[in-house]
């Protein structure tokens, strides 16, 4: 009789941690991953080194009333500097 009822908590105690290690698993699930802005697939150039960047990733600079796109701080600063030089 000691036997089965000892069994029984041992069973119980089982059940009790398989129970707390799969809503440990839950928690951890239940935060989806960051999502990234969806992009809309509209690409520009830049016009000092001449690569494409989707535009919403692209630096812009305002020129003259007209927008211009940058790949890099490094590029918008070269555009930049040669405008002033050319002015």
Do not use: H, W
Request: charged share 30%; proline share 6%.
């Amino acid at each position: 009789m000691f036997r089965l009822i000892y069994y029984a908590i041992v069973a119980y105690l089982v059940y009790l941690v398989i129970r707390f290690f799969q809503n440990l698993g839950r928690a951890f699930r239940s935060t989806p991953p960051p999502s990234k802005p969806r992009l809309s697939g509209t690409m520009v150039k830049d016009e000092t080194c001449g690569t494409y960047v989707p535009k919403e990733e692209a630096l812009r600079e305002v020129v003259d009333g007209e927008e211009r796109f940058f790949c890099s701080k490094d590029c918008r600063q070269k555009f930049l500097e040669e405008r002033k030089r050319t002015r």
